[in-house]
């Protein structure tokens, strides 16, 4: 990872991280104390990881958000041992969890860890928003499907291989189709 976005008001735990991180693999580390700076940072820099400190729950809430629109980089939640109902409330946003203060000793592994925790999440989520996706236009393509089968009285596989020939010949996916078909209300 060459970038690093921290985001939170702790300051010793910037800096411990900051001595960290370059042993971890980041070249370059930006800071920032607000959700409207970490965003601004983000859409400019495309950071590859994000570090961001857990604050009381709407607080949280919106930066999450704003956060997840501006960059799909890994996500790693920081947060102390009084904050740890707030890390749970967030642990299924967050791709890895960090407690805090970093340790003086091995506070290198305990990124690595989160480090690898994060990627590995990151993974996950991109394959489940592809497999959502797919279903998404599946359930598409079976609506629009069933529309052609309607409104030109033809068999199931018929409408299939008629939504087939015109999306190649139009050079457009199925899904693409589909969504044509449905918004029109027919072929």
Known sequence: MATALLCGRDQRCQERLQEVLPACGVQTVLLSKDIETACELTQGRHPDLIF?????LRAASEMFDHLRVCSRAPLILLGGEQELGLLQNYADQADALLLTPLPPVRADALVQLALISARRTAVLRKALDASQTALKERKQIEQAKGLVML????????AYRRMRSQAMER??????LADEILRQGGV
């Open 52 to 56: 961001l400190e857990v604050l009381p």
């Open 151 to 158: 409104s030109e009285g033809l068999s199931e596989e018929q």
């Open 171 to 176: 050079r457009i996916s199925m899904a693409h």
